[in-house]
């Protein structure tokens, strides 16, 4: 059997295989809710035989929003859209999952096709804050500095909203902590320039990451998984490097984190990123040594790619993205091209499969 359809268990969930469908924001909602673009674009991804299905980055308020049109969860009006979303998912033999997520100082701004620009309060658009008054580029808003008192509140909602997931049918979790958002603008030194005990040293500036941690811990059952997205580096100097990335894991796997989903950048703009296929696998791999589950995501396109990644124990997990996005169906396509007699095709299309 290939390694990529190899069942993996992590707690009491079983995914049926090692693909993932990444955390893609589709910028398709109104007031946060779930609508039948989501159910269609996340229930074909289920049918397509993915073993995990993630919703894109779901804000924890509306504050967290990247854009006015982002998926939510922070209040309970959201659930019941959401649940039938879930439900489908799981009638697909696929796992449901939801990332949780805030923007900080890269909200409040438009849609990709709508140039990216900044959303000012006149039009719907809000205050950005962050763990300092940096902005993240000339052309973004300045944003407001945390108080502590608003950083308890924001760990809050992530702790609230991993209820409203579970009540949604949600099994696992997964804390956005990378592409320069809120947890990673915490974490990097590059956006943290805090004095207080969020700011300064790696534990300082890890805290608030590690108090969301706790705080989703203490509602989300013991037998479901956390998971947590990573910029592995900054891709910058003086800034988060994969070492800093390995130290994190020895903390949240002891913490409850069963999963390190290894992406990178976005702190800081006009970097170099090297991107090309396989540029963020070692990532996964570093950070697999300290002895917990990784993702390897990141022009990963191919059968042959993913299942070269998991038969050299790079990593535990293929996050795919844009290759899903252009073939919802690529799990069942990538059994045919590994000679796998895979069983996970939905009866109502077995009559196009193809036979050996």
């Not at 269609?40 to 980055?57: I, K, P, Q, W, Y």
């Amino acid at each position: 059997m290939p390694q990529l359809f190899t069942p993996l268990s992590i707690r009491n969930i079983t995914l049926k295989n090692r693909i993932v469908v990444s955390p893609m924001c589709q910028y398709s909602s109104e007031d946060g809710f779930a609508n039948d673009w989501h159910f269609v674009h996340l229930g074909s991804r289920a049918v397509g035989g993915a073993a995990l299905v993630f919703t894109e980055a779901t804000a924890v308020s509306p504050e967290g929003r990247i854009s006015p049109h982002d998926l939510g969860i922070w209040k309970d009006e959201h659930i019941a859209p959401l649940k039938k979303i879930t439900q489908f998912i799981t009638q697909q033999g696929s796992i449901p999952g939801m990332q949780l997520a805030h923007a900080g100082r890269k909200a409040s701004v438009t849609e990709p096709w709508n140039n990216d620009r900044l959303v000012p309060p006149s039009e719907g658009g809000w205050k950005t804050v962050a763990p300092s008054a940096i902005p993240f580029s000339e052309e973004k808003d300045t944003p407001r500095e945390l108080t502590k008192d608003e950083i308890k509140e924001i760990v809050a909602d992530f702790k609230a909203a991993t209820i409203r997931a579970l009540a949604a049918g949600f099994k696992v979790i997964e804390i956005h902590g990378a592409h320069g958002y809120l947890v990673n603008e915490f974490t990097s030194p590059l956006s943290n320039k805090r004095t207080d005990e969020y700011g300064g040293s790696f534990e300082n500036r890890c805290r608030f990451l590690m108090e969301i941690i706790d705080a989703i811990r203490e509602v989300l059952p013991s037998e479901l998984p956390l998971f947590l997205r990573i910029s592995a580096t900054d891709w910058a100097l003086d800034g988060w490097q994969v070492e800093d990335s390995v130290r994190l894991a020895e903390i949240v796997k002891t913490k409850g984190v069963d999963v390190m989903d290894c992406s990178s950048g976005g702190v800081v703009a006009n970097v170099k990123i090297p991107a090309k296929p396989n540029y963020q696998v070692p990532f996964a791999k570093a950070v697999r040594k300290a002895g917990i589950l990784t993702g390897a995501v990141g022009i990963i396109v191919t059968a042959a790619q993913a299942e070269e990644i998991l038969v050299n124990g790079q990593a535990d997990l293929i996050f795919m993205a844009r290759e899903l996005l252009r073939d919802p169906y690529f799990p069942l396509r990538a059994a045919t091209e590994l000679g796998y007699e895979t069983q996970q095709w939905p009866l109502q299309y077995e009559r196009a499969k193809r036979k050996k």
